[in-house]
């Protein structure tokens, strides 16, 4: 197919890749041109916007930052969508907004162009190694067409339901990690104040009901004071806002979702929004140091 | 060994039985004489008292209730301590304080007796298949004398420090669970709300970055309205706190502990206390139904 790839950051450079690996013809666009090098060298086609890019692709795949982002590269003055044909199909893998995820699929529709919400898990190492899980929202046809392109970086790849129940579903998988990364956060500050063995403990609580992917993969980092992001903590930020305006929206209460919107919004301002997520532990160091605390 | 088991509740008989076919022979107590039918029925002796139970044992083991429980099997009038001589064991394995378990240990020592802190996590599942993670808080050689009897119905057996540590690492297990229970119930809660097939969903989150042990094992049964005890609410809520007591005396603050304490609180005034910890949806639903929500 000739694929039209918008957005050349850690995961959509890798996903492109698959992609190009996977005998696909590709045509890129980046805001920073360098960041889509390695395709450029590895034969993809260069074009200055999102639309340019669009022009005669077969698929338009877009993988950017915020929902702002994804309106200007898809609907934007010069996004793609304006010069996609009937027949296209269109797959936004941002984590984004439900009801934009609804509306950009309702514009497509309307030129004949069927739009896919397709959000992603699985970090930049899952990027990689082409093991990601891909929750899609959308028309069952337009997924069935979809499938040959998701499967080359997709492991677990399932139809959640009509347009915007992808990002629906990636909202359900930022709810549990964030209440599970305070958990990690508290149980540290916890085991360090009580004058416990950090790693001693992580044997004896990291494989039983306590147990979580968090636990394991970034309690032993931070132990290690190493907060280089796997998963930025900004972005976190933006899906838990997304998250709780949605819950707003339904009118549910979720009151650990927005205890840790609180935090990691705090950790943001703090500065430390391009540290991983694992960082919520230096917010909790920082404001017991300022409260003259443990 | 001689040992006496005293509470002999889901936890304790199935612990007591793997020592019992390991060849010790048993001597027990129980508040409810019913709950050791099994043991004696194999061979135990059954004793009207902690404190008779104690009598002439090597080891004297306790899996009781609350820390008051502890407090009245092994310090009380009729407490085993009493009847327990220079050279024995005396092992705690109740969820109790820290800061009872280093009293327990310090009255103990008085006496010639070694006493550990020794509550476990696993369920009444790992129970039964002697699979347990023990956490052990005492000293290395009354350790070293223990892990005969730990390793009847241990799997993970792993000395934390002094007398208090196992009871603090079991804080910092029930912290863990707590938070990521919450992360569990608020998921399931959104994406009930946002109208997604939860089964699905779970197919999408469940092997990633938001796994944990929580949402594989009881997601499933609150999707099922299976709030059936694997662990009692109002066990949970005891442990709870312990842990918000604890972070108090060491100026630690841990919202996300404070903010599972209320709700745990709430759950077991509502009446669920001896439902599982997963019945916690239940008074999220509850909660959103009074306020008209959804």
Redesign the interface.
């Known amino acids: 197919m000739n694929v039209a790839w918008i957005g050349t950051g850690v995961m959509g450079a890798s996903m492109a890749g698959h992609l190009q690996r996977a005998g696909h013809a590709l045509t890129v666009y980046s805001r920073t041109k360098a960041k889509s090098e390695a395709l450029l060298a590895a034969g993809a086609a260069w074009r200055g916007s999102p639309r340019a890019a669009a022009e005669g692709a077969d698929a338009v795949c877009t993988m950017v930052g915020y929902p702002a982002d994804v309106r200007e590269v898809i609907l934007g003055r010069r996004g793609a969508l304006a010069a996609m044909t009937r027949g296209a199909l269109l797959i936004d893998f941002t984590t984004s907004r439900?009801d934009l995820a609804a509306e950009i699929a309702s514009r497509a529709a309307a030129r004949g162009v069927d739009a896919l919400d397709a959000p992603v898990?699985?970090?930049d190492v899952?990027a990689r190694e082409g093991r990601l899980?891909i929750?899609v929202g959308g028309e069952p046809a337009a997924y069935e067409r979809a499938l040959p392109l998701l499967q080359a970086f997709g492991k677990?790849i399932?139809l959640?339901?009509p347009p915007g129940?992808g990002q629906?579903?990636k909202?359900?998988?930022?709810?549990?990690?964030?209440?599970?990364m305070?958990?990690?956060v508290?149980?540290v500050?916890?085991?360090a104040?009580?004058?416990?063995?950090a790693e001693?403990?992580l044997?004896?609580?990291g494989?039983?009901?306590?147990?979580?992917?968090?636990?394991q993969?970034l309690a032993p980092r931070m132990l290690k004071r190493n907060f280089d992001p796997g998963?930025y903590a900004k972005h976190l930020l933006k899906d838990l806002d997304i998250?709780i305006r949605?819950?707003r929206r339904?009118?549910?209460?979720?009151?650990?979702?927005r205890?840790?919107q609180r935090?990691y919004r705090a950790l943001v301002n703090g500065g430390w929004g391009d540290r991983g997520t694992h960082a919520l532990l230096l917010l909790?160091e920082a404001?017991?140091a300022r409260?003259g605390?443990?």
């Open positions: 439900p898990s699985g970090g899952g899980s929750m677990t399932v959640q339901g129940a629906h579903t909202m359900v998988n930022q709810i549990l990690i964030a209440s599970t305070m958990g990690v508290e149980a500050r916890y085991a104040a009580s004058g416990l063995d001693r403990v044997q004896s609580v494989g039983g009901a306590a147990a979580s992917w968090s636990l993969n998963f998250a949605e819950a339904m009118k549910l209460d979720l009151p650990a979702l205890l840790a935090r909790y404001m017991a409260n605390a443990t």
